[in-house]
C-alpha cells in the first residue's frame, strides 16, 4: 500500500498535468501583475511600510518569468519543468497571499486577493492537488510569520476568527466544485476515446481476420502446380471480395468520424429523401440476405433542407442496429415507409428483431449511453442532433421482444 501511494505521489509531481498549456499564460499574467499591483497600492514608491511586499512581488515576478522562458530553461526536461510549474503556484498563490494577508492583518483588500487566489489554484489542478498546495502554501507561509514577526499572532482587525475562516471554507469549498466539474468533463472525455477506441478495435477486427483468411487461402492457391476451373474463378474473385472487406472497414471509419462531425451552413442543401435512401442502400455494404430483410413502402418522394452526407449516416445508424439485433437474435426485418404529418414529412424506420427494454428507452438519445459491449453510446445521439439542426427530431417506439420503430420528423420545405 504505501508503494501503492508512493507511485501515485510521484505519477503527480513528475507528469504534466492538464493545466500545462496554461503555463505560459500564468507566467506573462502574474509576472506583469505582480509589479503593476505594488505601483497601484503605493503610487509615491516608497519602501517604508512597503518592502516586504517587494521583496516577495520581485520573487514571484522572477518565477513567473522562469515560466515564461520554460522552453529556453528547461527544454524537454519535463520532469523538472512539472516541479518548477508546481513550486511557483505555491509560491505565487496560497504562500503569497495567506502572508500579506497575515502581514497586513486580513484586510478587505488581501482577503479578496487570498479568496482570489484559492479560485485560481483549484482552476489550475484537480481538486486533489489544488488542496496539497493550499496546504503547503498556506503553512509555510504562517511559517515564515512566525519567524518574521516575532512573537506570533494574528490580527484581523475588524473581522472575527470565525468570520476568517468561514470564508476561507467557503472559497475552499466552491472552489473545489469547480475542480470537480472539471474533472467530471475530462472524465467524460476519456470514456469517449476509449469507446471509440473499443467499437475501432472490435469493428475492424473482423475485416482484418477476413483479410487475413483470404490473403492466407489465395497465397496457399498459388502454391498449387494445377488449379480447377473453379479454382481460377475464385482466385479471380479474390480481390473483389477483398475490396468489399477494406470498403467495409471503411465505412465503419466513416461513420464514426461523422458522429463527431457538426454542420457547417455552407453544407446544408435541398435534397431528395429517396435519393438520400437509395445512396444510403447502394453505399452501405450489405449482404444479399441483409438486403432481403429491408423492406420499403412506396411512398410520395418529398424535400428537405439539410446535410447530405450526415443524413445517410443517420440511416447507416439506424441500418447498424437494426442488423445487428437482427443477426443477434436470428429474426427479424426492417420496414421503411413516409406518412405525413401537420408540418412535418415523417420517415419511419422499424424492425421486428427484439425490442428496447422500457427502462432505456428515457436515457438511448443520451451522449455515451450504451448496453452493447463495444457500444459508444453516441451514435442514437448522433441522429438527434442532425434531426435538431435541420428544426426536426427523432423519437422511439418499441415493445421489448417485438419491435422498435424510429420516427424521424422533417419540417415541410415550402
Given at each position: 500500500m504505501d508503494k501503492f501511494w508512493y507511485i501515485r505521489l510521484?505519477?503527480?509531481?513528475?507528469?504534466?498535468d492538464i493545466s500545462q498549456p496554461m503555463m505560459r499564460f500564468f507566467g506573462v499574467v502574474m509576472a506583469v501583475n505582480y509589479p503593476l499591483y505594488w505601483v497601484i497600492w503605493n503610487p509615491d514608491l516608497t519602501l517604508q511600510g512597503h518592502f516586504v511586499d517587494l521583496v516577495l512581488r520581485?520573487?514571484?515576478?522572477?518565477?513567473?518569468?522562469?515560466?515564461?522562458?520554460?522552453?529556453?530553461?528547461?527544454g524537454a526536461k519535463s520532469k523538472f519543468l512539472s516541479i518548477y510549474w508546481l513550486g511557483t503556484v505555491v509560491y505565487c498563490l496560497p504562500f503569497f497571499f495567506s502572508f500579506m494577508t497575515l502581514v497586513y492583518h486580513a484586510s478587505v483588500v488581501w482577503l479578496m486577493g487570498l479568496v482570489s487566489s484559492l479560485f485560481f489554484t483549484f482552476l489550475l489542478f484537480d481538486a486533489g492537488v489544488a488542496l496539497a498546495v493550499l496546504i503547503v502554501g498556506s503553512a509555510l507561509a504562517?511559517?515564515?510569520?512566525?519567524?518574521?514577526?516575532?512573537?506570533?499572532?494574528?490580527?484581523?482587525?475588524?473581522?472575527?476568527?470565525?468570520?476568517?475562516?468561514?470564508?476561507?471554507?467557503?472559497?475552499?469549498?466552491?472552489?473545489?466544485?469547480?475542480?470537480?466539474?472539471?474533472?467530471?468533463?475530462?472524465?467524460?472525455?476519456?470514456?469517449s476515446l476509449r469507446g471509440l477506441a473499443g467499437t475501432v478495435a472490435h469493428e475492424m477486427r473482423t475485416p482484418l481476420a477476413v483479410i487475413n483468411l483470404e490473403a492466407g487461402w489465395l497465397k496457399?492457391?498459388?502454391?498449387?502446380?494445377?488449379?480447377?476451373?473453379?479454382?481460377?474463378?475464385?482466385?479471380?474473385?479474390?480481390?473483389?471480395?477483398?475490396?468489399?472487406?477494406?470498403?467495409?472497414?471503411?465505412?465503419?471509419?466513416?461513420?464514426l468520424l461523422a458522429?463527431?462531425?457538426?454542420?457547417?451552413?455552407?453544407?446544408?442543401?435541398?435534397?431528395?429523401?429517396?435519393?438520400?435512401?437509395n445512396q444510403s442502400l447502394e453505399s452501405y455494404p450489405l449482404s444479399e440476405l441483409e438486403l432481403a430483410k429491408i423492406n420499403i413502402?412506396?411512398?410520395?418522394?418529398?424535400?428537405?433542407?439539410?446535410?447530405?452526407?450526415l443524413m445517410r449516416h443517420v440511416?447507416?445508424?439506424?441500418?447498424?442496429?437494426?442488423?445487428?439485433?437482427?443477426?443477434?437474435?436470428?429474426?427479424?426485418?426492417?420496414y421503411i415507409w413516409i406518412t405525413r404529418e401537420k408540418g412535418y414529412n415523417v420517415l419511419h424506420f422499424k424492425d421486428t428483431a427484439r425490442g428496447i427494454d422500457p427502462v432505456d428507452l428515457p436515457y438511448l438519445f443520451n451522449r455515451f449511453y450504451s448496453k452493447r459491449k463495444y457500444g459508444t453510446g453516441l451514435g442514437l445521439a448522433f441522429c438527434r442532433r442532425v434531426m435538431l439542426d435541420l428544426g426536426g427530431k427523432i423519437k422511439c417506439d418499441s415493445v421489448l421482444g417485438d419491435y422498435v420503430e424510429f420516427t424521424l420528423y422533417f419540417p415541410v420545405v415550402k
Open positions: 510521484k505519477e503527480k509531481l513528475f507528469s504534466l520581485v520573487i514571484a515576478t522572477l518565477l513567473c518569468l522562469g515560466l515564461v522562458l520554460k522552453d529556453q530553461l528547461f504562517y511559517g515564515l510569520y512566525q519567524i518574521w514577526y516575532p512573537p506570533f499572532y494574528v490580527d484581523l482587525g475588524q473581522i472575527s476568527v470565525f468570520d476568517f475562516g468561514v470564508t476561507l471554507f467557503a472559497a475552499i469549498l466552491i472552489g473545489s466544485l469547480f475542480a470537480h466539474k472539471k474533472g467530471l468533463i475530462v472524465h467524460e472525455k476519456l470514456t496457399n492457391k498459388l502454391k498449387q502446380p494445377r488449379l480447377t476451373k473453379e479454382d481460377i474463378n475464385a482466385v479471380n474473385d479474390c480481390p473483389n471480395r477483398l475490396m468489399a472487406t477494406a470498403n467495409n472497414a471503411l465505412m465503419v471509419i466513416d461513420m458522429n463527431l462531425k457538426v454542420a457547417a451552413p455552407s453544407e446544408m442543401q435541398f435534397n431528395q429523401m429517396s435519393s438520400i435512401l413502402a412506396t411512398f410520395d418522394d418529398f424535400i428537405f433542407y439539410g446535410d447530405p452526407d440511416i447507416y445508424n439506424l441500418l447498424k442496429n437494426s442488423l445487428h439485433y437482427i443477426k443477434a437474435v436470428r429474426k427479424g426485418e426492417i
